[in-house]
């Protein structure tokens, strides 16, 4: 293929001296983050025996049942599985059926992200690339324009407009054939089979594709903000969309009323792109929400032909989907993401489904074949596997951890967290996971309202998980006396959620001097 005439790498997703550390550490030119141990020894599989000597054996046979008194927490009793570690030696600390494999909502992100750095490595930047083919005279490109998507599920509105000034530049005003979406990266397994169709238009759930548009700051690809506006009281609210061809894209159908009060409801059924927007909303405010779109590749098209349109490049012939042919073609512009260990900031502190779903179909790709859930979860087992640590009852259904089917124990997450501690990249992971009790949407993330004046605040890194009947967590926290523990707390429960004895369980490590 002929060089491109423009390539340009994104900017780093947030400003200031934070962003550059994340990309420092994931690029080794950092040792560890403070409070982290250092190049800590560890081991495949950890081993349950006694401590080093008869004193710090007494001290964690009493922490072991400070842990048994508040987890025999009504909420926690029959319904808790928990593997604590020491994260320096791989000692078991505290079991409670540590080896049950159950549902991990998002703590199966934990693992995604680890095979991801694995396989991918650190500095892997996703692409998406326009291409030509046809002879350009005069300015008219006579032929198609492929826009081609390799995953990226960061790619905003921003970015197909910086593609359109490309095309521009490159001394395109005209094209006579289509905006083709080659989304052929992935397979056309857009929505997991592993997921309720009731999901279908909720932004936990979008679809994964290899071209896709994020219509917000939290990079929630493959949705639609939609904007109702309440008018006078009785009449129907105004429709809006971030981005604004979604308006298009999208079949808005308007049953919502104003009124006193709001409360709207977005619904899209699985296989159409009809939104139904029902309810209320206040006269002279506005509510926003996130719906889903279907094939979420001609979504993108859309996007970038506005885009086109902007920069006064005419398309005749609409948009489609279609695969680049691989012969007579050149490319125009490019696109890159972030380096995938900044990326691991949007994915695991606000906990995206779909970037993990876009890391997980990427691995897939690794074999030469177009990246598929069978594929990449294939890679991902394989890697926490080949670690050498306990896999018992380990089975994934999707990356993300939306899957019912899901399933993974306590003792495999905290032998994972303690393995990878010896990876070159781990730093980057570490800074990726949610930091308790800092409130901060990119530090905190969702544990920025939890454990906050606790000595776990700005000190445990851990994963959050929810699904209904399900809360899990699991990371790293660091003791009074400087000892960091890897621990785990995977609940499937009815009744009375056991999350805030989550935060007992990390608090008592964080306060515990042996």
């Given at each position: 293929?002929?060089?491109?005439?423009s390539?340009?790498?994104?900017?780093?997703?947030r400003q200031?001296?934070?962003?550059?550390?994340?990309?420092?550490?994931?690029?080794?030119?950092?040792?560890v983050?403070?409070?982290?141990?250092?190049?800590?020894?560890?081991?495949?599989?950890p081993?349950a025996?006694?401590?080093?000597?008869?004193?710090?054996?007494?001290s964690?046979?009493r922490?072991?049942?400070?842990l048994?008194g508040?987890?025999?927490?009504?909420?926690?009793?029959?319904e808790?599985?928990?593997?604590?570690?020491?994260?320096d030696?791989?000692?078991?600390?505290?079991?409670?059926?540590?080896?049950?494999?159950?549902?991990?909502?998002?703590?199966?992100?934990?693992?995604?992200?680890?095979?991801a750095?694995?396989?991918l490595?650190?500095?892997?930047?996703f692409?998406?690339?326009?291409?030509?083919?046809?002879?350009?005279?005069?300015?008219?490109?006579?032929?198609?324009?492929?826009?081609?998507?390799?995953?990226?599920?960061?790619?905003?509105?921003?970015?197909?407009?910086?593609?359109?000034?490309?095309v521009?530049a490159?001394?395109?005003?005209?094209?006579?054939?289509?905006?083709v979406?080659?989304?052929?990266?992935?397979?056309?397994k857009?929505?997991?089979?592993?997921?309720?169709?009731?999901?279908?238009?909720a932004?936990?759930?979008?679809?994964?594709?290899?071209?896709?548009?994020?219509?917000?700051?939290?990079?929630?690809?493959?949705?639609?903000l939609?904007?109702?506006?309440?008018?006078s009281r009785?009449?129907?609210?105004?429709?809006?969309t971030?981005?604004g061809?979604?308006?298009k894209y999208?079949?808005?159908?308007?049953?919502?009323s104003?009124t006193?009060?709001t409360?709207?409801?977005?619904?899209?059924?699985?296989?159409?792109?009809t939104?139904?927007?029902?309810?209320?909303?206040?006269?002279?405010?506005?509510?926003?929400?996130?719906?889903?779109?279907?094939?979420p590749?001609?979504?993108?098209?859309?996007?970038?032909?506005?885009?086109?349109?902007?920069?006064d490049?005419?398309?005749?012939g609409?948009t489609?989907?279609?695969?680049?042919?691989?012969?007579?073609?050149?490319?125009v512009?490019?696109?890159?993401?972030?380096?995938?260990?900044?990326?691991l900031?949007?994915?695991?502190?606000?906990?995206?489904?779909?970037?993990a779903?876009?890391?997980?179909?990427?691995?897939?790709?690794?074999?030469?074949?177009?990246?598929?859930?069978?594929?990449?979860l294939?890679?991902?087992?394989?890697?926490?596997?080949?670690?050498?640590v306990?896999t018992?009852?380990?089975?994934?259904t999707?990356g993300?951890?939306?899957?019912?089917?899901?399933?993974?124990?306590?003792?495999?997450?905290?032998?994972?967290?303690v393995t990878v501690?010896?990876?070159?990249?781990?730093?980057?992971?570490?800074?990726?996971?949610?930091?308790?009790?800092?409130?901060?949407?990119?530090?905190?993330?969702?544990?920025?309202?939890r454990?906050?004046?606790?000595?776990?605040?700005?000190?445990?890194?851990a994963?959050?998980?929810?699904l209904?009947?399900?809360?899990?967590?699991?990371?790293?926290?660091?003791?009074?006396?400087?000892?960091?523990?890897?621990?785990?707390?995977?609940?499937?429960?009815?009744?009375?959620?056991?999350r805030?004895?989550?935060?007992?369980?990390v608090?008592?490590?964080?306060?515990?001097?042996?």
């Open positions: 293929m002929p060089v491109p005439t390539s340009h790498p994104r900017p780093l997703l200031g001296a934070a962003s550059a550390a994340v990309l420092a550490l994931a690029l080794g030119t950092v040792g983050l403070p409070g982290s141990a250092a190049a800590a020894p560890v081991v495949g599989s081993v025996g006694p401590a080093a000597d008869g004193t710090s054996a007494r964690d046979a922490l072991a049942a400070k048994s508040i987890l025999d927490d009504a909420r926690s009793r029959t808790s599985d928990v593997s604590v570690l020491d994260a030696t791989g000692q078991v600390l505290y079991a409670r059926r540590a080896s049950s494999a159950g549902m991990p909502a998002s703590n199966a992100k934990i693992l995604t992200a680890v095979a750095l694995h396989e490595g650190p500095g892997y930047r692409s998406t690339d326009v291409v030509r083919r046809g002879k350009v005279r005069d300015g008219v490109l006579h032929g198609n324009l492929y826009l081609v998507g390799h995953g990226d599920p960061t790619t905003r509105q921003s970015d197909y407009a910086g593609l359109a000034e490309d521009r490159a001394g395109i005003t005209a094209v006579t054939g289509k905006v979406a080659d989304g052929s990266f992935f397979d056309d857009r929505y997991n089979p592993g997921w309720s169709t009731s999901y279908a238009s932004s936990y759930a979008a679809q994964t594709a290899a071209l896709t548009v994020a219509p917000d700051a939290d990079l929630d690809s493959g949705t639609v939609v904007k109702v506006k309440g008018g009785g009449k129907r609210p105004t429709l809006s971030t981005p061809a979604a308006k999208l079949e808005l159908v308007n049953q919502a104003t006193g009060s409360s709207v409801s977005l619904g899209r059924g699985l296989g159409g792109n939104v139904t927007v029902r309810g209320h909303v206040r006269a002279g405010t506005t509510w926003s929400g996130l719906v889903t779109v279907d094939k590749e001609l979504y993108a098209a859309a996007v970038f032909r506005r885009e086109l349109s902007r920069q490049v005419e398309v005749e609409g489609k989907l279609g695969t680049t042919p691989a012969t007579k073609r050149t490319r512009a490019r696109d890159r993401s972030v380096p995938l260990a900044e990326l900031v949007p994915f695991l502190k606000l906990s995206n489904n779909l970037h779903e876009a890391l997980t179909k990427t691995m897939g790709t690794l074999d030469g074949r177009p990246g598929s859930w069978p594929g990449g294939a890679r991902t087992t394989a890697y926490v596997r080949g670690l050498g306990p018992k009852g380990l089975s994934l999707d993300s951890g939306v899957a019912r089917r899901d399933r993974v124990s306590p003792l495999t997450l905290t032998s994972v967290l501690r010896e990876e070159p990249w781990w730093p980057a992971f570490d800074a990726g996971l949610p930091v308790a009790g800092v409130n901060s949407h990119w530090v905190g993330g969702t544990l920025r309202h454990m906050n004046g606790t000595r776990a605040a700005d000190n445990a890194h994963k959050t998980g929810s209904t009947g399900v809360t899990a967590l699991s990371g790293y926290v660091t003791g009074r006396d400087g000892r960091h523990y890897a621990f785990s707390m995977v609940s499937n429960y009815a009744g009375a959620t056991p805030p004895v989550e935060n007992e369980l608090v008592a490590l964080a306060g515990w001097r042996g």
